[in-house]
């Protein structure tokens, strides 16, 4: 819960601040070594549960959340509607963009504040940060800054080559815009250190609005490389702890596999398939 922030660095101490309330509980990235694989089966699952009852809001359009009283500094298309009322979640037919609005006058889409955006000095690059009203607006915008940020990492042009990313986002696919918290790693997920229960999920700082294609990837901390047989067991000349790594790789790639069986129905929602670049 927070209890006050200032979202400005026009304050007294000189920058953005933030007054929460702690979730009691440890990081998992503290207890996962010592979890066993029903715990981590169990954690994975709730974990689904929990992303799910994300991914049922649906909205118009890909970005942030902002309170309303901001609208103006967060939407750099806000200027196309004529009037205030345009907020109220209509489309119009010469091309203006749909604004979401909450319960009254709570929240506003508006400009990404992903970390993507902002890491490695993006965030010094000009670049059209939202929102977007599609996915193909969303990677035309992403190629659009990497490439300002290969162009000021080095002098020397490079060559161009054919994208099927491209070819797969000029498609006319149906798409599902949901909520998804940006950065769920095990840092951020709080459980009680002996139950291993989730007591709370931290840092919803970059919360945003994301293609449901997106926000279907992996979580940080079911990530890792894929491998589909066991590593031996007793194999003379073979130290039984380099096969530690092995058998963790293998764990992973199980709980992966049953995180997309919990999701396939919440997946089965839309015709997109994650592109890659």
Not at 34 to 49: A, P, Q, Y
Not at 228 to 245: K, R, Y
């Amino acid at each position: 819960m927070s209890f006050a922030y200032d979202s400005s660095s026009e304050n007294p101490l000189g920058f953005e601040w933030m007054l929460i309330e702690k979730i009691e509980g440890v990081p998992l990235s503290e207890v996962w070594e010592k979890m066993d694989f029903g715990s981590k089966v169990r954690l994975t699952l709730e974990i689904s549960n929990l992303l799910q009852q994300q991914h049922g809001l649906e909205f118009s359009q890909i970005g942030n959340l902002y309170f309303s009283t901001v609208a103006a500094q967060v939407n750099n298309r806000i200027e196309t509607f004529s009037n205030a009322e345009a907020f109220g979640g209509r489309s119009a037919n010469n091309g203006n963009l749909k604004v979401d609005r909450g319960i009254g006058t709570d929240f506003v889409i508006g400009r990404m504040v992903s970390p993507w955006f902002f890491r490695q000095k993006r965030v010094l690059l000009p670049a059209d940060r939202g929102p977007f009203s599609s996915s193909h607006d969303l990677m035309m915008a992403k190629t659009q800054i990497q490439i300002e940020r290969v162009s000021n990492l080095s002098p020397s042009p490079t060559d161009e080559f054919y994208s099927e990313t491209d070819e797969e986002l000029a498609k006319n696919h149906k798409e599902i815009n949901v909520l998804h918290h940006q950065d769920l790693s095990n840092r951020n997920i709080i459980v009680h250190p002996t139950s291993y229960r989730i007591n709370g999920i931290i840092d919803w700082e970059s919360v945003g609005i994301c293609p449901d294609w997106q926000a279907s990837e992996y979580p940080h901390f079911l990530r890792g490389i894929d491998t589909t047989e066991p590593p031996p067991v007793g194999v003379p000349g073979v130290d039984e702890e380099d096969l530690v790594e092995f058998r963790k790789d293998l764990e992973k790639v199980l709980l992966r596999n049953l995180y997309l069986q919990s999701l396939q129905v919440c997946r089965k929602r839309s015709q997109w398939h994650s592109p890659s670049l």
